[in-house]
């Protein structure tokens, strides 16, 4: 068993570390005060061809697969998360289309994300469904060779820059809560009837705005089903390779905010020495230096499982436990290392208050903590994770 990426990982993690450096770190204080979306960022991730990673080469894309974008997200989330966010949004919505989707709606709505012609966003929460994914009450009817959509989406990435959307809608009776009565969309932006709604003040990851889709009378050809009519599961299986993609954003923001307050210890003097001279500071790093590194392996792990297709019902908890760590280290070494700046991390002079206000959102995005330990505990009482 070896723990080393392959040379071709190992190449991608360097190229886009010096590039993320050199081009995300400047910009990362900036994006997050005028909270106005990067294009410049979007044509550095294009023209560096980052935009494609996790699309096939017959697609069109670099064929790096979830692994290369966890790769390629962890070093960009070390200096901004809405720069992240941004490559996380070539998969989240395409992931459907890819899982089940024909040749055609591949060729037509996800080659052009790889190259950045088009961009996209995924559809699937509401004000009253959130969680509770059954809840939704967007309505999908079948009008001749079309269906009618008609509901409300909200807390979607990207909605004021996509070109088109994955969205999930009930195509059964509104109430009913059968998994059977969900269906996945694809609903273009030009669509008469598609407008976005109120857009969210974010307490962070500003940049990329976030906000609602509103959906009126809009005809969708039955060309853009995605997959079989009743499609819930697919909504599952995007989600569940998913997780390793957040996680990255998680370990990424961790690894950042940990290396800012070392070097700021190291020095700070204080007591005629510097606070990192302190045995409790240095155990303090060395604990959340092993929780990155334990998160890390966690989410390398899931992201080869996802690559491998092992995202179904039996491996979601490992792809749950990568998503709930890495999350959870997340909020704790950032809160952790604002602590070691004291006063000075909290202002808005260090990017430890901004690392702190980013890593909140992680916890809550694509399945909370709370969703990600029922998850990780049903896979255990149905022994799909068992030691025996």
Known sequence: MSFDLA????????????????????????????????????????DAGLLGLVIPEEYGGGG???LGLTIAIEEVAKYSN????????????????????????????????????????????????????????????????????????????GVV??????????????DSRKHDDISCFIVERSAPGVSVGRTDDKMGVRGVDTGELLLDDVRVPASNVVGEVG????????????RPIVAARGIGLAEGALMYAVDYVKQR??????????QGMQWKIAELATEIEAARLLTYRAAMMADEGKYTKEYVPFLSMAKYYASEVAVKVSGEALQMLGAAGYMKDHLTELYYRDARQLTIVEGTSQVQLGL???????HDLWWD
């Not at 966003?121 to 967007?138: C, H, I, K, W, Y």
Request: proline content about 5%; hydrophobic content about 45%; charged content about 25%.
């Open 161 to 174: 820059q996509a070109d088109w959307y994955c969205v999930f809608a009930k195509t059964g009776p509104a």
């Open 231 to 242: 499609g819930f599961r697919l909504a599952m299986l995007g989600l569940n390779s998913m």
């Open 376 to 382: 990780i505990a049903r896979g255990v009482l149905d």
């Open 64 to 66: 790096a697969g979830i």
């Open 269 to 278: 003097a204080a007591f005629g020495r510097t606070i990192a001279d302190m």
């Open 82 to 157: 809405t720069a992240a966010l941004m490559l996380l949004l070539t998969r989240l919505p395409t992931g459907p289309v890819l899982i089940a989707g024909s040749d055609e709606q591949r060729q037509q709505y996800v080659r052009p994300i790889g190259t950045g012609e088009l961009r996209a966003g995924f559809g699937l929460s509401e004000p009253q469904a959130g969680s509770d994914v059954v809840g939704m009450r967007t309505k999908a009817v079948r009008d001749g060779d079309d269906w009618v959509l008609n509901g409300t989406k909200c807390w979607m990435s």
């Open 7 to 46: 040379p071709e990982y190992v190449e991608l993690q360097a190229t886009v570390r010096k590039l993320a450096q050199e081009k995300i770190a400047p910009r990362a204080r900036e994006i997050d005060t005028d909270a106005t979306y990067p294009q410049d960022v979007f044509e550095v991730f294009r």
